[in-house]
Antibody
Framework: QLQLQESGPGLVKPSETLSVTCIVS??????????WAWIRQPPGRGLQWIGS???????YYNPSLKSRVTISVDTSKNQFSLSLSSVTAADTAVFYC???????????????WGRGSLVTVSS | QSVLTQPPSVSGAPGQRVTISCTGS?????????VHWYQQLPGTAPKLLIY???????NRPSGVPDRFSGSKSGTSASLAITGLQAEDEGDFHC???????????FGGGTRLTVL
């Protein structure tokens, strides 16, 4: 059974780059039936989609974050990573890696979530 | 400020029925995009609860009891929970797609308290 597990630094200084990795187990990240995504949740607030990709295809980013975000893939380790540059306190959040099917009758939901990784931006 | 608007909180006694609204606009729910609902129990990650499917708004993943149901009309959607149980306490989030922002969008979340 496929599982997602985030790994992050816990604490990042303002103006630096935040990096979080998602390790995929029980299935392959090269499975083109799925999108892989990052979603974040600031403490006490709602969810925000950051970006998505499928293996061999286009990577999509939230326009409000696009200038600061990069999603990369390491197929040898079956994992994907998020980099968010020039962070401020407003970027403090729990970061979730998430799966979404590519083909549904309608719009596919985010059907599998990791447990999340809290990253705090503070000096 | 979330694109989809949800009430911050709802409450009900065990056994009662509660509904949670999710209000959008013509560029998301009103444009015909499906609405999905996620349940987030305290200290855990969101979990898919109800998903829309080509304008059939009430589909449950395996293991989700039929006490949970979804509906959609115009620019709004609703989640209904019947036979409230203490274990239902947590946050509920609605989600859709917005073709003006070109992003998947969420509501701000609703905290359910079982009295």
């Amino acid at each position: 059974q496929l599982q997602l597990q985030e790994s992050g630094p816990g604490l990042v200084k303002p103006s630096e780059t935040l990096s979080v990795t998602c390790i995929v187990s029980g299935g392959s990240i090269t499975n083109t039936n799925y999108y892989w995504a990052w979603i974040r949740q600031p403490p006490g607030r709602g969810l925000q989609w950051i970006g998505s990709f499928y293996f061999g295809g286009t990577t999509y980013y939230n326009p409000s974050l696009k200038s600061r975000v990069t999603i990369s893939v390491d197929t040898s380790k079956n994992q994907f990573s998020l980099s968010l540059s020039s962070v401020t306190a407003a970027d403090t959040a729990v970061f979730y890696c998430v799966r979404r099917a590519r083909a549904c009758s309608g719009d596919c939901p985010f059907d599998l979530w990791g447990r999340g990784s809290l990253v705090t931006v503070s000096s | 400020q979330s694109v989809l608007t949800q009430p911050p909180s709802v409450s009900g006694a065990p056994g009662q029925r509660v509904t949670i609204s999710c209000t959008g606009s013509s560029s998301n729910i009103g444009a015909g995009y499906d609405v999905h609902w996620y349940q987030q129990l305290p200290g855990t990650a969101p979990k898919l609860l109800i998903y829309g499917n080509n304008n059939r708004p009430n589909n449950r993943p395996s293991g989700v009891p039929d006490r949970f149901s979804g509906s959609k009309s115009g620019t709004s959607a609703s989640l209904a929970i019947t036979g409230l149980q203490a274990e239902d306490e947590g946050d509920f989030h609605c989600q859709s797609f917005d073709n003006s922002l070109n992003t998947w969008v969420f509501g701000g979340g609703t905290r359910l308290t079982v009295l």
